[in-house]
């Protein structure tokens, strides 16, 4: 009978803390327990346990929650997790231990109701129709029962009082129906049906089980179909799949898909799901019940029974790194986890990052390549508009060229899509009688102006102020002019050119939340809409099969920062809002506005070659040491006080004290040095290949001062932008 169990709590600490276990109490690793934690009681997962010592003068675990234990593979991809990114391990855990909260857990039950078998005491017309469907004697939701008779639910409930119509308790909906592995489908492609063949095969051979294959094919070659049979394979095995999905990415065009394939919607799981929902789906994921889950990042932490496959799709995405908190990259960990639990994982990317292309080429990862787009259809032909020679009108941003392209693939009846990658009206508003330009009060960013809201706002904090009538600084009367432009002051311009067509803006700024989202992007796909104004919204994931001209309004945005990552990023966005064109039946091309054709990534993307840019960019990075050829971690140091931040910045650089093979830059103000009313300064260490960075930097941070009142000092292992 074990007597001391070490609990991990999932708050910011560092180790699991020991309690006695009482008599009559069996745990066993894994178990989430409920412990007290100074005056209070919180949840803990046993990571631990000693047999022989006595916890005579512990405090006792107080019970064992009935939640699925964390398997032994979910333990150590927590422990892993915190090892490499230097987070309190107790931090890790609470990514792998997000449990409902007590308002889920009282959700009222569902209601069901049928017809009780007497007639309604008062008969009317409205009442006759609703026994009339429910005659039928099946149960339904009382809603769903006045939508069919078509009257409203106060009649339903006149007949419930009435006793006309009785109650029955609902079985919950099931989490997810099992999806069918040989569904009929549409038959692939000899290209597809070879790539499947290959990415199945080793899932076969114990050998190669925990393997990570890259899958890559131009956007439209038809990859998701092809993962779909490596999903398939995995179900009929009777394993279980995870396919990640970057948040944006999972649309209902992406859920019918896979309702196409295999009869049913899949379990999904992100942020926005509920707490009882969650839980259930926990449990059927612990269960083995749920066979195929399709998720966002934070899905890499369900407790799987029997995984068989992890897919990450569009691995190339940024969005699968978590900035705050626990500072991880879902690629990554989900190559660490398919190791732990000796089950294949496959990258999919039409655009792949820097690292897997190099882990490709140098044979860590397998190559899978998908030739050409589907069905032989042609890649859309690109083209530039050199800014400094076909200038748009005064206070325009829409060349001529780009006006004609318009023009044109409107009158063959196709659909166009203008993308500029900032949200609101305008970048910046300047007075022209101060020169005042208004800033964030909380951030070191300009305040973005939002027409359709009337306001300046920023994006950094969300901090928002109306846009006043004089400038605020010198009084000046219609002096405040917007400088730049967003999507809103495209729409502007693009009405006035094209008074009698349908314009839809698609960002994040949609008005009516996600599901009026939804339903805009059907009306894109389904052609009743003529000129789609988006940002990256619309550029990743989406097929619009009307669409056949993409104009990329400014193709320079991300060039002219200092990130070393910035031409593998601009690359990657501008080839997938370019592959949205031509899609469908017919064949698409892209026009891009520069001011700089001739640099690399415009080049590359005009001439289609992007085997040469990942050549020569995966050159330049080798060259100058830089990951994947070296590695990099930040710290970053914030307080309120900026001389504070600074002064603990320059404290540790003073005991950085690097070996060889390690440089440390820095205290520099962070690219954006103000966040949130708090100041931010950045140590960048760089390392050479092999170098053990975590233990490094905690051997650093041990020497170093402690951070103290409103100072942090976060550590950035792989930082995407530095
Ligand atoms: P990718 O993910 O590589 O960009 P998709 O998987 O989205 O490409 O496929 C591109 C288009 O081709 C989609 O419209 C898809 O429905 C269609 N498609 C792919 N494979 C097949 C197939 N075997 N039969 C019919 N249509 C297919
Ligand atoms: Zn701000």
């Known amino acids: 009978m074990p007597a001391v169990a070490d609990i991990l709590i999932p708050l910011a600490l560092d180790t699991a803390y020991s309690y006695a276990v009482p008599a009559g109490l069996t745990l066993a690793e894994g178990d989430v327990v409920q412990v007290p934690l100074g005056p209070r009681e919180t949840i803990g997962v046993v990571w631990g346990l000693d047999e022989r010592a006595s916890g005579g003068n512990l405090r006792p675990v107080t019970g064992r929650i009935d939640t699925p234990p964390l398997s032994e593979a979910l333990r150590k991809l927590v422990d892993w997790l915190a090892r490499y990114t230097l987070a309190p391990k107790g931090s890790a855990l609470a990514m792998a231990l997000r449990l409902p909260d007590e308002t889920a857990l009282n959700e009222a039950p569902r209601i069901g109701v049928r017809a009780a078998g007497k007639p ?56 997810a129906l099992p999806p069918d592995p040989d569904h009929p489908r549409v038959p692939l492609s000899d290209a597809q049906a070879e790539a499947a063949r290959a990415l199945i095969a080793p899932s076969r051979a114990e050998t190669a089980a925990g393997e990570t294959v890259l899958l890559e094919g131009v956007t439209g070659s038809g990859k998701t179909e092809v993962y779909f049979e490596a999903v398939a394979e995995c179900v009929r095995q009777g394993r279980q799949a995870l396919v990640l999905m970057p948040e944006i990415a999972l649309t209902a065009q992406f859920l019918d898909r896979f309702a196409g394939r295999f009869g049913v919607r899949p379990a999904t799981w992100h942020s926005g799901i509920g707490g009882k929902r969650r839980e259930r789906l926990r449990a059927g994921v612990a269960a083995g019940e749920v066979s195929v889950v399709v998720g966002a990042r934070s899905a890499l932490f369900l407790p799987f029974r029997n995984l068989g496959l992890i897919v990450v799709d569009e691995e190339h995405e940024t969005a699968y790194k978590q900035e705050d908190g626990v500072h991880y990259h879902a690629r990554d960990m989900a190559v660490v986890r398919g190791r732990i639990e000796g089950c294949p994982v496959v990258l999919a990317s039409a655009t792949p990052s820097i690292e897997s292309r190099v882990n490709a080429q140098s044979g860590r990862y397998r190559h899978v390549a998908l030739p050409g787009r589907f069905g032989g259809r042609p890649l859309p032909d690109i083209s530039a508009v050199d800014m400094r020679l076909d200038k748009p009108e005064r206070g325009r941003f829409l060349s001529p060229p780009m006006v004609n392209a318009v023009k044109t693939t409107l009158a063959a009846g196709e659909q166009a899509l203008l993308f500029l990658n900032r949200r609101g009206y305008a970048p910046l508003t300047l007075c022209r009688a101060c020169g005042h330009r208004y800033q964030c009060r909380n951030c070191s960013t300009w305040l973005v102006e939002h027409r359709f809201r009337r306001a300046l706002v920023c994006h950094q904090c969300g901090y928002a102020e109306r846009k006043p009538e004089a400038c605020t600084e010198c009084g000046a009367f219609d002096h405040l002019t917007p400088c730049g432009p967003g999507v809103e002051r495209i729409a502007e311009e693009v009405a006035e050119l094209f008074p009698e067509q349908r314009i839809v803006v698609l960002s994040s700024d949609f008005p009516g939340g996600a599901e009026r989202l939804r339903q805009e992007l059907e009306t894109v796909a389904a052609g009743d809409c003529d000129i789609v104004i988006g940002t990256q919204l619309v550029a990743k994931g989406h097929n619009f099969p009307h669409l056949t001209l993409v104009g990329v309004l400014d193709a320079d945005i991300g060039l002219t920062s200092g990130d070393p990552r910035a031409a593998e990023r601009t690359f990657q966005l501008l080839q997938q809002v370019t592959g949205r064109a031509g899609r469908g039946e017919r064949p698409g091309r892209a026009l891009v506005q520069t001011y700089q054709p001739e640099h690399p990534v415009i080049a590359a993307l005009l001439s289609g070659d992007a085997d040469r840019f990942y050549e020569e960019e995966i050159a330049a990075r080798e ?25 603990h910045g320059q404290a540790l650089a003073r005991v950085a004290d690097p070996p060889l093979g390690v440089s440390v830059l820095g205290p520099a103000e962070a690219p954006l040095a103000l966040v949130r009313g708090r100041w931010r300064f950045r140590l960048l260490v760089k390392t050479e290949r092999g170098i053990d960075v975590q233990s490094y930097l905690r051997d650093w941070l041990a020497r170093g001062p402690k951070p103290r009142g409103n100072l942090k000092v976060a550590i950035d292992v792989d930082p995407q932008s530095f």
């Open 120 to 175: 309604p005491a008062r008969p009317t017309v409205a009442r006759g129709k609703v026994m009339a469907v429910a005659a039928d004697g099946t149960v339904r939701g009382k809603s769903a029962l006045a939508k069919e008779a078509g009257v409203s639910l106060s009649v339903v409930d006149g007949l419930i009082d009435d006793g006309a119509l009785e109650t029955v308790a609902l079985m919950p909906e099931p989490v």
């Open 623 to 647: 060259a100058a040491g830089l990951p994947p050829f070296g590695r990099l971690a930040a710290l970053i140091v914030s307080a309120e006080e900026r001389e504070k931040a600074e002064a």
